[in-house]
Structures are given as structure tokens and as C-alpha cells.
């Protein structure tokens, strides 16, 4: 019973931090990392992950759109899917770059935001991103929202992939999350959601919105950093997994 716990991380910029990154890294064990285009930059890439290195967390790339003001959260059209794979492949490119001056290796992707939403409604964006990852690394990752377009692109094209549940957020019946404009699509409650998660990983379904139960494969759990009640949630459902036999460790190797 192992199971991987992640959070998006390095989401500041230049003198504005973005959630409590340091106290996050005691408590999950993968690190995904921005790399700059929706946030960050490489001196918060850098102490990123040499922190994450020191304290024994896995670092992924976390990919998004050229959007800071947005935080990568808004519909971008008019890409090309070749032009999305640059995108992508350039911003992984940067992450190991800055990674390996840390002294960490980066050994997935997780794509943020509007771009995985996107990716999972586009079959061809989707293999955009699956060509992105595999041509800059075959041995990368893909993290992927489990029976989504996302998922069966990284399967077509032989790219492993990972299967997230989010902590923090709801589901609509078709499998995707449901949309933050609507109210009570973010959970702020830590306990709530802890029980979320343990009633996921031990039913291996997840429940909607409405009540359907969808099947599904669990490897890794999301926690977002940017939310105020990130950290007290992260160690919330860290505690919960533990206390009913839960190994929390990284899915990739360090």
C-alpha cells in the first residue's frame, strides 16, 4: 500500500513567494515545479529543487501556458499542436537544466492548469504534450487524470504515465474536474478531504459531483500549494494515509 503525494511548487516569481513551499517539501514526496512560463523562475527553480534534493522529494516539470498574469488558469487558443510541443519541451528542457546545477534529476511532467484541462478535452493536444515529453525523454513520466484523453495519448504514443487524484478539488460524471468557477468545486476543509482521499484509494473509484461512482487507478495525490489551507491539508491527508496503512514514497526513482 504505497501511494505518491505531490504538489505544484516554485509557483512565485522573481521577490513573490506563492504558497509555503518549504514546509510543503517535509510533508509530500513528489515536487512538481514550474518552469517558468505560468510562474516561476530559474532562481525559484533552483532552490526548488535543492531543496527538494536534500530532503529526499522527486521533482516533474509542471509545464503551462505563457500566461503569468493569468497563472495559466485561462483558455489560451490559436497554438498550433506543433507549437504546443515546443512549449512544452522547452519549458521540461529548463527544468532539467536548473535541476542538474541543483544536483536533482527531473523524472516526470504533470502539465498545469488550463493546459491539462485543455489536453484532456483535444486529443491533439494531448499528443502534443505525450510527443513533448517522450521526445525530450523517454524515460519521463506523464502524470495523468486517470481515463482521460491525456492518459490514452501517453498509452498510444509508449509514454508511462501515473494516475492523479486531487485532494482539493471535486469531479464532474465525465471524469474531469469540475470547473473552479462553479462554487464548491475547491475543498478548503483538510479533514474533509483527507477522507476523500482514503475512501478513493480504498474504493478505487472516484465519486462525482452527483454521486456516480467511476472506477479508476490511484498512484499519486494532489495537494495545490497556492490554496492558503495548502499545507494544514497536505499534512491532513499525509496523517490520514499513514494511520490506515498507507506508505507515502515517490512513484518515480530519485
Known amino acids: 500500500m504505497k ?24 510533508i509530500v514526496s513528489s515536487a512538481n515545479i514550474a518552469c517558468g512560463y505560468h510562474a516561476g523562475d530559474p532562481s525559484i527553480m533552483f532552490r526548488t529543487s535543492e531543496i527538494a534534493k536534500r530532503k529526499g522529494v522527486a521533482i516533474g516539470a509542471h509545464p503551462g501556458f505563457n500566461d503569468l498574469a493569468g497563472f495559466g488558469r485561462r483558455v489560451i487558443r490559436g497554438d498550433s499542436p506543433a507549437e504546443i510541443e515546443r512549449m512544452v519541451a522547452y519549458q521540461i528542457g529548463a527544468l532539467q537544466a536548473v535541476a542538474s546545477l541543483a544536483g536533482h534529476r527531473v523524472t516526470y511532467v504533470k502539465a498545469h492548469g488550463s493546459l491539462n484541462n485543455m489536453a484532456n478535452e483535444d486529443e491533439d493536444l494531448a499528443l502534443a504534450i505525450a510527443r513533448a515529453i517522450k521526445g525530450v ?80 487507478q490511484i498512484d499519486t495525490i494532489c495537494v495545490h500549494g497556492d490554496e492558503p489551507s495548502a499545507v494544514e491539508m497536505a499534512r491532513t491527508v499525509r496523517a490520514k494515509l499513514e494511520a490506515n496503512g498507507f506508505t507515502v514514497a515517490p512513484f518515480g526513482n530519485l
Open 137 to 216: 525523454d523517454k524515460s519521463l513520466i506523464n502524470v495523468c487524470m486517470p481515463g482521460l484523453l491525456m492518459e490514452k495519448a501517453s498509452d498510444k504514443l509508449g509514454v508511462p504515465v501515473v494516475r492523479e487524484f486531487f485532494a482539493d478539488r471535486t469531479y464532474e460524471d465525465n471524469g474531469a474536474l469540475t470547473s473552479r468557477k462553479k462554487p464548491g468545486s475547491v475543498l478548503h476543509d483538510a479533514a474533509e478531504a483527507a477522507e476523500r482521499v482514503l475512501r478513493a484509494l480504498q474504493d478505487k473509484a472516484v465519486t462525482t459531483t452527483s454521486g456516480r461512482r467511476i472506477p479508476v
Open 3 to 26: 501511494v505518491d503525494l505531490n504538489c505544484d511548487m516554485g509557483e512565485g516569481f522573481g521577490p513573490w513567494p506563492m504558497g509555503d513551499d518549504d514546509a510543503m517539501l517535509d
